[in-house]
């Protein structure tokens, strides 16, 4: 009973970063797995990543585009 106990503890930080994984748009799986290797270290590379298809990094028209866009 106490090795489950303890596989279940050492599961949190696997469940957590596929968790956050797939609530940025990415597969919880390959996360999830990523966390065996390299656990807090793939929690934080998780915290300082953007979301996926997130439109922060659009680029707006420059002036002579936009008025050559109109005619």
């Known amino acids: 009973m106490p090795e489950i106990l303890l596989i279940?503890?050492?599961l949190?930080?696997?469940?957590?970063?596929g968790v956050?994984?797939?609530s940025m748009g990415r597969s919880f799986w390959f996360w999830f797995f990523?966390?065996?290797?390299?656990?807090?270290i793939s929690l934080i590379v998780?915290?300082?990543?953007?979301?996926k298809g997130s439109t922060a990094t659009s680029?707006?028209?420059a002036?002579?585009?936009r008025?050559?866009?109109k005619v």
């Open 20 to 22: 956050l994984a797939f």
């Open 34 to 40: 990523i966390s065996f290797l390299i656990p807090i």
């Open 46 to 51: 998780l915290l300082f990543m953007d979301e």
């Open 12 to 17: 949190i930080p696997q469940t957590v970063a």
């Open 67 to 69: 008025e050559r866009d």
């Open 59 to 61: 680029y707006e028209l």
């Open 63 to 65: 002036d002579h585009v």
């Open 8 to 10: 279940c503890v050492l």
